[in-house]
């Protein structure tokens, strides 16, 4: 069983600046990617940021430039640093992972952390 807990969400005015961060605990023992959706308001869940195994990233093009993704190994975490944070990033961001061992491989979903960008 795999747990993800999300955290470092919250309100922020347009400008600034937040962490997120999503620890995974349990059975794993190979990843093939980490990464941080969102979903808006009446809008699909879309991607935001990719890490894959291999350490390549993929941002949406709306982020590129003001979102970082990066993980600690060790501490299976992933963190999404966003900066220069618009309106329209208001969202619940949730971040996933991809397990591939133990098998069968299985992707994971976070609970959800909310993040509101205020004017």
């Known amino acids: 069983q795999v747990q993800l807990v999300e955290s470092g969400g919250g309100l922020v005015q347009a400008g600034g600046s937040l962490r997120l961060s999503c620890a995974a605990s349990?059975?794993?023992?190979?990843?093939?990617?980490m990464g941080w959706y969102r979903q808006a308001p009446g809008k699909q869940r879309e991607l935001v940021a990719h890490?894959?195994?291999?350490?390549?990233?993929n941002y949406a093009d709306s982020v590129k430039g003001r979102f970082t993704i990066s993980r600690d190994n060790a501490k299976n975490t992933v963190y999404l640093q966003m900066n220069s944070l618009k309106l329209e990033d208001t969202a619940v961001y949730y971040c996933?992972?991809?397990?591939?061992?133990?098998?069968?491989?299985?992707?994971?979903w976070g609970q959800g952390t909310q993040v509101t960008v205020s004017s």
């Open positions: 349990g059975s794993i023992f190979g990843l093939n990617f």
């Open positions: 996933s992972i991809g397990v591939v061992a133990p098998e069968p491989p299985y992707t994971y």
């Open positions: 890490l894959s195994n291999s350490g390549s990233t």
